[in-house]
């Protein structure tokens, strides 16, 4: 231990020598030093000629190497990207609730559905001098055939003669009877089998009933989807249509009504508007209705209406703390001591390390999210105005027997500079270890963040240096601030600061006492319990409501669709170059199948399988032999039989009156170049799922039972040398697939990952601080910056509780904001402990000493800052800056002061450190050092009031400006 001080001091002593003469070189070159910072900001900004901004949701959350992304890539490698999905509900007008006594299944609202369709269907459109229609970029699944539409006209082959001419539809829609002589009952018009749960919402259809009979159909909703090709090509074709055609006669339709009342028809009414008043004016009972909808764009167009609305009161809240910084650096109403253009120069700091950061990410080749351009902003402001404040403070602080400006910033900066060193690097050690996680949003943000907290600090201790310099030079020739033209007639010291006074006078006293001690350690205690409530409660995910706009086309579309929809999102079971001719690989297919169609919770019967249809035309005995062509299909090689069985069409015999159709599931298999299958899908379909704790839950139980059979199916030849020596990952034999895995997946590990950068955090600001200080004063620091933190999640918990409807959740924007409290609550308490260990006294007169030197510039410089710009948050649009950043950033600031100010200096005055003499030597500034040896020489100790007699080639060697008039004097004394 005593080898350990010795090595601390001479550290320290190394440290703050380096310090002063940063300030001394700053302050007494401040042109040079700013016009170098200049270069290094310049230098370091060009990269922005490379800035690249990230918005695709998959490129924020799901990183490369995940299994889910691995998966995906192979399913969009074999079968192309998934579908552009647009979907249409009609439902009673403002009526989101199950209530199965509104049925919409009626011939009129059937009408509308067809004249929305038809609008739809026949709209062509313009697009760089090429003309095109909904049948150009929608899928279709069989070649030769149409769109791919879901809608309850199917039924009737989106014919409207025949729905109305049909006096039992309801019947018809049963299923039971044909309806058409050359088409299979209940199949749409290419071919492809009705699905009730994409048509019916909120229906009395259950497709996992094991009863023979259906029942005569209601429904509250009526829905239609198309599917649209999801490529390069199609897709600037596919945003025109859904903007031009899909949104524009959805909103039309809409527009018939004002509030429950069908407006009169009027001359100015579109082709669809008349058609539908038309309906209500013959069917005067209908219910009044509406459609919500969801287009492939709509999520992307409102992220961009959101930051453009979101932006102007970022930009307010951005200006009010910028203003604020400016007036609270100084000194108002003194013209002369106001320092507004310090603080300006401090917050062009703040600008500079940001785009110096994001210069070099851009650098090397690392996208900006926009999560990095809301959040870094914030954090290193914080950051930055907390360090301003200290530097211009602590020249405050220095004896007024110090004359020189240069001497007194260096001196000033030789005692705080430590302090301001351990906060950086405390912050970027915090951040940089989130830089290891698998979550690409994460890893931007930390990115930049912890190169941004580097830069700021030494910008900070150069060019603010050098500002408040030219400053102090203004103030010394009398010039008002910002108006250098104007002068004061003469020079009136400033007045001690109103915040500082009334911290000394108030806020010190009021922690001191035993009261406060008992309050705050029952609140801390609270605080704490609402924390482990949180690690339980929480829920993971986040409301997908909750992320756009309220009165938008889409979050009606969630409402409605939370509700009402019966059809969940459509998966697969994807297989890799499995031995279909072998008959364990068979048996275990057909054993797959089985099992997975048994999860009533997760999965909704049937599993569509070619491999059953395929197993029946292998059989030469069957009543279909003849008919479908498989007599002596054994002679011929596997390969050939799937190619014969593909080519068996919808509308032939044997599909009709056997369902043998192997058409349908020609896109469902993939052939190597050898002819042999590489890869095959099965669809089904997940059951609706009404929240995130469904989708996390069907993704998991999912995966867990068709990943227990791997290893139970035959390689192919290919396949066994293709996989032999890889990862499970990279060789899994069949995995499921659906969109939504791969967003959801990160939730198996949010919790791990928020766990993990905690702790090493908390690691990384335990050695930053025992650097500069001692190893129990760093785990009271770090100790401080987990309270705040773990508080901060059952603070949220708390909010939840008290107001509700949408809430905070375990999401990656979370483990953000938590990563963020880490950095910003190092700021509120390591100041404050480095302070407290350079005082001396009784425990209780250092906590004193400590608040009163370095509270009030933490109060000020990052509570009160923060606060003003946090506030005006409340009032942005967007409900996710009103969650994520207003209420977290909000209770982030409230425990920083809480702990760093008030449940730290409790702390340290019970269990405090004692003062030891190795630590107030490291803390010694050049100056004081000087004097210790003057007074070891036999010199008198230098103070205010006191002269150490020297000579005058002495005073000449060391003359400055400011001594000019001594050393006039002693030559006008001298001439006598």
Same mark, same amino acid.
């Given at each position: 231990?005593?080898?350990?001080?010795?090595?601390?001091?001479?550290?320290?002593?190394?440290?703050?020598?380096?310090?002063?003469?940063?300030?001394?070189?700053?302050?007494?070159?401040?042109?040079?030093?700013?016009?170098?910072?200049?270069?290094?900001?310049?230098?370091?900004? @060009?990269?922005?000629?490379?800035?690249?901004?990230?918005?695709?949701?998959?490129?924020?959350?799901?990183?490369? !190497?995940?299994?889910?992304?691995?998966?995906?890539?192979?399913?969009?490698?074999?079968?192309?990207?998934?579908?552009?999905?647009?979907?249409?509900?009609?439902?009673?007008?403002?009526?989101?609730?199950?209530?199965?006594?509104?049925?919409?299944?009626?011939?009129?609202?059937?009408?509308?559905?067809?004249?929305?369709?038809?609008?739809?269907?026949?709209?062509?459109?313009?697009?760089?001098?090429?003309?095109?229609?909904?049948?150009?970029?929608?899928?279709?699944?069989?070649?030769?055939?149409?769109?791919?539409?879901?809608?309850?006209?199917?039924?009737?082959?989106?014919?409207?003669?025949?729905?109305? !001419?049909? $006096?039992?539809?309801?019947?018809?829609?049963?299923?039971?009877?044909?309806?058409?002589?050359?088409?299979?009952? *209940?199949?749409?018009?290419?071919?492809?089998?009705?699905?009730?749960?994409?048509?019916?919402?909120?229906?009395?259809?259950?497709?996992?009933?094991?009863? *023979?009979?259906?029942?005569?159909?209601?429904?509250?909703?009526?829905?239609?989807?198309?599917?649209?090709?999801?490529?390069?090509?199609?897709?600037?074709?596919?945003?025109?249509?859904?903007?031009?055609?899909?949104?524009?006669?959805?909103?039309?339709?809409? /527009?018939?009504?004002?509030?429950?009342?069908?407006?009169?028809?009027?001359?100015?009414?579109?082709?669809?508007?008349?058609?539908?008043?038309?309906?209500?004016?013959?069917?005067?009972?209908?219910?009044?209705?509406?459609?919500?909808?969801?287009?492939?764009?709509?999520?992307? /167009?409102?992220?961009?209406?959101?930051?453009?609305?979101?932006?102007?009161?970022?930009?307010?809240?951005?200006?009010?703390?910028?203003?604020?910084?400016?007036?609270?650096?100084?000194?108002?109403?003194?013209?002369?001591? !106001?320092?507004?253009?310090?603080?300006?120069?401090?917050?062009?700091?703040?600008?500079?390390?940001?785009?110096?950061?994001?210069?070099?990410?851009?650098?090397?080749?690392?996208?900006?999210?926009?999560?990095?351009?809301?959040?870094?902003?914030?954090?290193?402001?914080?950051?930055?105005?907390?360090?301003?404040?200290?530097?211009?403070?602590?020249?405050?602080?220095?004896?007024?027997?110090?004359?020189?400006?240069?001497?007194? @910033?260096?001196?000033?900066?030789?005692?705080?500079?430590? +302090?301001?060193?351990?906060?950086?690097?405390?912050?970027?050690?915090?951040?940089?270890?989130?830089?290891?996680?698998?979550?690409?949003?994460?890893?931007?943000?930390?990115?930049?963040?912890?190169?941004?907290?580097?830069?700021?600090?030494?910008?900070?201790?150069?060019?603010?240096?050098?500002?408040?310099?030219?400053?102090?030079?203004?103030?010394? +020739?009398?010039?008002?601030?910002?108006?250098?033209?104007?002068?004061?007639? $003469?020079?009136?010291?400033?007045?001690? &600061?109103?915040?500082?006074?009334?911290?000394?006078?108030?806020?010190?006293?009021?922690?001191?006492? %035993?009261?406060?001690?008992?309050?705050?350690?029952?609140?801390?205690?609270?605080?704490?319990?609402?924390?482990?409530?949180?690690?339980?409660?929480?829920?993971?995910?986040?409301?997908?409501?909750?992320?756009?706009?309220?009165?938008?086309?889409?979050?009606?579309?969630?409402?409605?669709?939370?509700?009402?929809?019966?059809?969940?999102?459509?998966?697969?079971?994807?297989?890799?170059?499995?031995?279909?001719?072998?008959?364990?690989?068979?048996?275990?297919?057909?054993?797959?199948?089985?099992?997975?169609?048994?999860?009533?919770?997760?999965?909704?019967?049937?599993?569509?399988?070619?491999?059953?249809?395929?197993?029946?035309?292998?059989?030469?005995?069957?009543?279909?032999?003849?008919?479908?062509?498989?007599?002596?299909?054994?002679?011929?090689?596997?390969?050939?039989?799937?190619?014969?069985?593909?080519?068996? %069409?919808?509308?032939?015999?044997?599909?009709?009156?056997?369902?043998? *159709?192997?058409?349908?599931?020609? %896109?469902?298999?993939?052939?190597?170049?050898?002819?042999?299958? &590489?890869?095959?899908?099965?669809?089904?379909?997940?059951?609706?799922?009404?929240?995130?704790?469904?989708?996390?839950?069907?993704?998991?139980?999912?995966?867990?039972?068709?990943?227990?059979?791997?290893?139970?199916?035959?390689?192919?030849?290919?396949?066994?040398?293709?996989?032999?020596?890889?990862?499970?990952?990279?060789?899994?034999?069949?995995?499921?697939?659906?969109?939504?895995?791969?967003?959801? $997946?990160?939730?198996?590990?949010?919790?791990?990952?928020?766990?993990?950068?905690?702790?090493?955090?908390?690691?990384?600001?335990?050695?930053?601080?025992?650097?500069?200080?001692?190893?129990?004063?760093?785990?009271?620091?770090?100790?401080?910056?987990?309270?705040?933190?773990?508080?901060?999640?059952?603070? *949220?918990?708390?909010?939840?509780?008290?107001?509700?409807?949408?809430?905070?959740?375990?999401?990656?924007?979370?483990?953000?904001?938590?990563?963020?409290?880490?950095?910003?609550?190092? &700021?509120?308490?390591?100041?404050?402990?480095?302070?407290?260990?350079?005082?001396?006294?009784?425990?209780?007169?250092?906590?004193?000493?400590?608040?009163?030197?370095?509270?009030?510039?933490?109060?000020?410089?990052?509570?009160?800052?923060?606060?003003?710009?946090?506030?005006?948050?409340?009032?942005?649009? !967007?409900?996710?800056?009103?969650?994520?950043?207003?209420?977290?950033?909000?209770?982030?600031?409230?425990?920083?002061?809480?702990?760093?100010?008030?449940?730290?200096?409790?702390? @340290?005055?019970?269990?405090?450190? $004692?003062?030891?003499?190795?630590?107030?030597?490291?803390?010694?500034?050049?100056?004081?050092?000087?004097?210790?040896? @003057?007074?070891?020489?036999?010199?008198?100790?230098?103070?205010?009031?006191?002269?150490?007699?020297?000579?005058?080639?002495?005073?000449?060697?060391?003359?400055?400006?400011?001594?000019?008039?001594?050393?006039?004097?002693? &030559?006008?004394?001298?001439?006598?």
């Amino acid at each position: 231990r005593r080898v350990h001080g010795i090595l601390q001091t001479e550290v320290m002593g190394i440290v703050n020598r380096f310090f002063y003469k940063v300030g001394y070189f700053s302050a007494s070159r401040p042109v040079l030093t700013i016009f170098i910072c200049v270069c290094v900001s310049i230098f370091g900004g @060009l990269g922005l000629v490379n800035l690249k901004l990230v918005d695709d949701p998959q490129a924020l959350w799901v990183s490369e !190497s995940s299994r889910g992304n691995r998966e995906q890539q192979y399913f969009k490698d074999k079968y192309g990207p998934f579908f552009r999905i647009e979907q249409v509900i009609l439902k009673k007008r403002g009526c989101n609730e199950r209530d199965r006594s509104i049925d919409l299944f009626k011939k009129p609202y059937l009408e509308m559905i067809y004249h929305i369709q038809a609008a739809m269907e026949s709209e062509t459109l313009q697009h760089k001098g090429q003309f095109f229609d909904l049948s150009d970029i929608c899928y279709k699944p069989i070649t030769g055939k149409g769109c791919l539409v879901t809608s309850p006209m199917e039924f009737w082959l989106m014919n409207i003669t025949d729905m109305w !001419s049909d $006096e039992d539809y309801k019947e018809t829609a049963r299923c039971i009877k044909p309806r058409y002589k050359d088409h299979n009952t *209940c199949f749409d018009r290419i071919g492809v089998p009705v699905m009730y749960s994409a048509i019916f919402g909120n229906s009395n259809y259950d497709p996992n009933s094991n009863s *023979c009979t259906v029942p005569l159909i209601n429904a509250t909703a009526l829905m239609i989807t198309y599917l649209v090709n999801n490529n390069k090509f199609t897709n600037p074709l596919a945003e025109l249509w859904e903007k031009e055609v899909f949104i524009k006669y959805l909103r039309e339709f809409n /527009d018939v009504f004002d509030g429950d009342n069908v407006k009169p028809l009027l001359d100015g009414d579109t082709p669809l508007q008349k058609v539908i008043k038309q309906i209500y004016k013959k069917y005067p009972n209908l219910h009044p209705t509406e459609v919500n909808f969801m287009a492939e764009r709509a999520i992307p /167009d409102d992220l961009n209406l959101q930051n453009s609305q979101n932006i102007g009161v970022v930009l307010i809240s951005y200006c009010l703390m910028f203003l604020y910084i400016s007036i609270a650096i100084g000194y108002v109403p003194s013209c002369l001591h !106001s320092r507004f253009m310090v603080g300006l120069a401090g917050i062009l700091i703040v600008v500079s390390s940001l785009l110096i950061a994001m210069g070099i990410c851009s650098y090397c080749g690392m996208g900006m999210t926009m999560i990095s351009s809301e959040v870094v902003p914030f954090l290193i402001l914080a950051i930055g105005v907390d360090n301003m404040f200290i530097i211009v403070r602590s020249e405050r602080t220095i004896d007024s027997g110090v004359k020189d400006t240069v001497e007194r @910033l260096a001196k000033g900066l030789s005692n705080v500079g430590p +302090s301001i060193c351990t906060a950086a690097i405390c912050e970027f050690l915090a951040f940089f270890v989130g830089v290891m996680t698998d979550i690409p949003a994460l890893q931007s943000f930390c990115s930049v963040a912890a190169i941004a907290v580097i830069f700021d600090f030494f910008l900070q201790v150069t060019a603010f240096v050098a500002a408040v310099s030219l400053d102090n030079q203004r103030i010394q +020739s009398l010039r008002y601030d910002v108006i250098l033209c104007l002068k004061a007639p $003469e020079y009136k010291p400033p007045r001690k &600061e109103f915040v500082k006074r009334a911290f000394e006078n108030y806020f010190t006293p009021m922690v001191l006492k %035993k009261g406060c001690h008992y309050i705050a350690g029952v609140f801390a205690l609270i605080l704490f319990g609402f924390g482990i409530a949180a690690c339980v409660n929480l829920s993971l995910g986040i409301d997908q409501k909750a992320s756009v706009t309220t009165d938008s086309d889409i979050f009606k579309y969630f409402a409605a669709q939370e509700k009402l929809v019966d059809a969940g999102p459509p998966a697969y079971l994807v297989f890799r170059d499995v031995n279909y001719t072998h008959p364990e690989t068979t048996k275990n297919i057909f054993d797959l199948l089985d099992v997975l169609s048994a999860q009533s919770d997760t999965v909704q019967k049937p599993v569509f399988s070619w491999l059953k249809s395929f197993k029946m035309f292998q059989m030469e005995s069957g009543d279909w032999a003849k008919i479908c062509g498989t007599q002596g299909i054994s002679a011929y090689p596997f390969s050939e039989q799937m190619r014969r069985f593909a080519n068996i %069409k919808i509308n032939s015999d044997c599909c009709l009156r056997y369902g043998i *159709c192997g058409e349908q599931f020609t %896109k469902d298999i993939v052939f190597d170049s050898s002819g042999e299958i &590489e890869s095959t899908r099965f669809r089904f379909m997940h059951p609706p799922l009404r929240n995130q704790a469904d989708y996390i839950r069907d993704l998991q139980a999912t995966r867990y039972i068709v990943d227990k059979y791997h290893g139970k199916f035959k390689y192919t030849k290919e396949g066994e040398e293709k996989y032999r020596g890889k990862e499970i990952d990279e060789s899994r034999q069949v995995f499921a697939y659906s969109l939504f895995y791969v967003y959801f $997946e990160q939730y198996y590990y949010i919790r791990g990952v928020l766990t993990q950068n905690i702790m090493l955090g908390l690691a990384a600001v335990v050695f930053a601080t025992q650097l500069i200080t001692t190893i129990v004063s760093a785990f009271f620091v770090a100790a401080t910056v987990f309270m705040v933190a773990f508080s901060l999640m059952g603070l *949220c918990y708390f909010f939840n509780l008290i107001f509700g409807g949408f809430i905070i959740e375990y999401n990656a924007v979370f483990v953000v904001n938590i990563v963020m409290t880490l950095g910003l609550a190092v &700021e509120f308490c390591v100041h404050l402990m480095i302070a407290f260990l350079r005082s001396r006294g009784t425990n209780m007169e250092r906590v004193k000493a400590a608040l009163n030197n370095m509270g009030s510039s933490i109060l000020v410089g990052i509570g009160s800052t923060k606060l003003i710009g946090v506030l005006i948050l409340a009032f942005a649009p !967007s409900r996710i800056f009103r969650l994520y950043y207003f209420r977290m950033y909000f209770s982030i600031i409230l425990l920083g002061i809480f702990y760093g100010l008030i449940v730290l200096p409790i702390a @340290l005055i019970y269990i405090g450190p $004692e003062p030891k003499e190795d630590i107030g030597e490291a803390f010694k500034s050049p100056v004081e050092e000087d004097k210790e040896r @003057l007074k070891l020489e036999g010199g008198q100790q230098l103070h205010s009031h006191t002269f150490i007699p020297v000579s005058y080639t002495h005073l000449r060697a060391h003359e400055t400006e400011a001594d000019l008039v001594c050393r006039l004097l002693l &030559e006008k004394k001298k001439r006598r």
